[in-house]
């Protein structure tokens, strides 16, 4: 489904990737783990278009997609969250999510403005999918308060909403979990759970909760310093050597 192969990032000498390779394969949850500054968020930007690899291939269900624009990319059905929240303040929950159906938009202006037959049903139509979203994600009280008026796990999952909306092939998670209570973030394990079991969407995480990482991942990668050191199932990679120095600066005993 998502192949990256050799990446390699650098910014004024700095690299921040190096050699990066992996796959992400039908209906899995993979995730990525490492250290502050391992170059975990960097390989999402580099999949979504924000950055631009000096090296490396990444190809997507087939077709090479390294050096597409990030709209282009969000057209094929490649979604994504940030480890910062990137919401429209001002805006309601409702219209964040229903900005993510921009993609799936084909009325044009006129009949949007006068607001007749097709532009009509057409909004009704991508309604219905965000009243879904609105209601998988349990959020239906906050509909139409703004975003900047809503406690910070809610609008965790009001990002996650707007991704969905999109009808993504695969989904980024950049630390979806940052932030949140232990209650939050079982919330957020059920649907990133749910998202991958019931309807079968192969998903890319980060997440700095090691408990939860290892508890919902199918694979891992380790990341440190821009290098992949260890990459399997989370029963293997929490005991390799190399992780644990990473995370604790010393070799395994």
Not at 104 to 120: E, I, K, V, Y
Not at 130 to 138: H, Q
Not at 210 to 234: T, W
Request: with cysteine; glycine share 10%; proline share 6%.
């Amino acid at each position: 489904m998502l192949q990256v192969e050799d990446l390699h990032v650098s910014f004024k000498g700095v690299q921040a990737l190096r050699g990066v390779s992996f796959s992400v394969e039908p209906g899995e949850i993979l995730g990525i783990i490492g250290p502050n500054g391992a170059g975990k968020t960097s390989v999402l930007n580099c999949i979504n278009g924000f950055y631009r690899p000096q090296r490396g291939r990444i190809i997507f269900h087939g077709k090479e997609i390294t050096h597409l624009p990030p709209d282009a990319r969000a057209a094929m059905g490649i979604a994504r969250t940030f480890q910062n929240i990137a919401l429209y303040r001002g805006m309601s929950v409702l219209d964040n999510i229903m900005s993510g159906r921009i993609h799936h938009m084909r009325s044009n202006l006129l009949a949007c403005g006068l607001w007749f037959g097709p532009a009509q049903r057409e909004h009704t139509a991508h309604r219905r999918v965000v009243e879904e979203i609105i209601d998988f994600l349990e959020i239906e009280e906050y509909r139409y308060h703004p975003v900047a008026d809503l406690p910070y796990g809610i609008q965790k999952k009001v990002e996650l909403g707007r991704a969905l909306a999109m009808e993504p092939r695969i989904l980024l998670l950049d630390e979806p979990m940052a932030g949140m209570s232990v209650d939050e973030k079982m919330d957020m394990a059920r649907y990133i759970l749910e998202l991958k079991e019931v309807r079968g969407l192969p998903i890319l995480l980060i997440e700095h909760d090691m408990g939860v990482v290892m508890d919902i991942s199918d694979r891992l990668i380790a990341m440190d310093y821009g290098v992949k050191i260890a990459e399997g199932p989370p029963s293997e990679i929490q005991n390799h050597p190399a992780v644990i120095q990473a995370y604790l600066g010393e070799e395994a005993g």
